[in-house]
């Protein structure tokens, strides 16, 4: 039988709740060709909501196209450069023999090599010599444009885990090139996005750095409680099974609000429900999801040093000064220079997210793990 509830997977249609606003602004931001940056911790629903205002804004206009680009697996320039050359051929041909004509013609540094598969339908590959886009990169970064151009289209370019341009050889020098060339384009624009939100901040709101002020910046939140409890009734009652208000909020709150373990949550709920889903059969799915867990959490927890241990240890406890001179010597740190050492650290490792100078653990079933499983333990 068919779960009501996905996770780690984009979600869509019925599985899609709240974001209304985000989704209302950014189909405006892709139609009016507004270049925009979403920021958010890993999985609290960004490639969805693109995906979702990707859908609303292409019905709404035949002139527009959305190429979408994915940058966890690209550690060079060399990817980056064919997997957006790609895209942006595929994106705006409907045919292949049109994709082969566009590309001949557009460029006139490069020299596309063109390759026709056994199946011409969808089968048409489009190289270059890497290494020569490389040094002249160009005619590849301007594509967009010129195509939009030609055509008669509006380009949006969707850029996910952008933060991993940071990692390129002379990142510095790469993302004034992309920089140089894209803040003149007129028919196209751009829509980057990433989990890394120390990096992303770094790229966009470092006043040296080139991305500086490069579009409309958006703080993804996660969602709120009341689209949750509206969403787990819907898919409750939808597979024929109840689950009380209570249960709801206590999913909720379980996860603080995090939209994959929100879904995740409720998945192993919905599991262990016969008929009625209550709060005793959420607690007991809740724990299940701990246990099931714990290993990752341990393998984690073991690449931290005693002092970022202790750090962490002081904030799960909820000491509201960890550097007054007697939390520190409670927690055994060392010093003011420790602790914020130990934060930068932590904030990299993706465990701790900083907002408006405010600590939080991005994983709520980790942070529930530290305190009431491995603290409580030692
Ligand atoms: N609008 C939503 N409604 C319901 N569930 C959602 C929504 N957005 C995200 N989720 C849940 O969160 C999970 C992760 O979503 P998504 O992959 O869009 O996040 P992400 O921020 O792109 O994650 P990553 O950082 O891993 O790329 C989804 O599989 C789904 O379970
Ligand atoms: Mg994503």
Redesign the pocket.
């Known amino acids: 039988m068919e779960t009501p ?7 869509t249609e019925r ?5 209304e606003v985000e989704t209302t602004s950014l189909v405006q931001n892709f139609t009016s060709l507004i270049n925009t940056i979403i920021i ?13 205002a990707r859908k609303i804004a292409l019905e709404k206009d035949n002139n527009l196209r959305i190429c979408h680009i994915d940058l ?1 697996n690209v550690r060079n320039e060399e990817d980056f450069y064919s997997l957006l050359a790609r895209n942006v051929i595929k994106e705006t041909s409907t045919k292949w023999d049109e994709a082969v004509e566009t590309t001949k013609s557009l460029f006139s540094r490069l020299v596309p090599r063109i390759s026709i598969g056994t199946d011409p339908a969808n089968e048409v590959s489009i190289d270059f010599d890497w290494k020569e886009v490389k040094d002249n990169p160009d005619e590849v970064l301007d594509l967009a444009e010129k195509i939009a151009k030609k055509k008669g289209l509006k380009i949006v370019i969707c850029i ?2 952008f933060q991993n341009i940071a990692e390129f050889e002379e990142p510095d020098y790469f993302q004034k090139k992309l920089r140089s060339h894209w803040q003149l384009h007129q028919n196209v624009s751009y829509c980057l ?3 890394k939100r120390h990096m992303m901040l770094n790229i966009f709101t470092d006043s040296s750095k080139p991305f500086y002020k490069f579009g409309d910046l958006k703080f ?1 939140n996660k ?1 709120d409680t009341k ?2 409890v509206e ?1 787990f009734k819907k898919r409750f009652t939808d597979t024929n099974k109840n689950i009380t208000d209570e249960a709801c909020h206590l999913i909720v709150e379980l996860v603080e609000n ?7 949550l409720a998945q192993q709920s919905w599991l262990r429900s016969e008929n009625e889903c209550t709060v005793d059969i959420v607690k007991e799915a809740h724990s299940a999801l701990v246990e099931q867990l714990s290993l990752l959490f341990t393998t984690i927890t073991e690449t931290l040093t005693t002092q970022q241990l202790n750090y962490i240890k002081a904030l799960i406890a909820g000491e509201k000064s960890i550097s007054s001179a007697e939390t520190m010597s409670k927690y055994k740190i060392t010093s003011a220079t420790s602790i914020a050492r130990s934060k930068t650290a932590l904030v990299q490792k993706d465990i701790l997210d900083i907002q408006a100078s405010k600590v939080s653990f991005q994983d709520p079933i980790y942070a529930y793990w530290l305190k009431t499983e491995y603290f409580n333990n030692l």
């Open positions: 509830f996905i996770f780690g997977k984009i979600a599985n899609f709740t709240d974001r958010s911790p890993r999985r609290w629903g960004k490639s969805s909501l693109v995906n979702k966890f996910d885990e996005y990433g989990s993804l969602i689209y949750l969403f995090h939209p994959y373990y929100a879904q995740q």
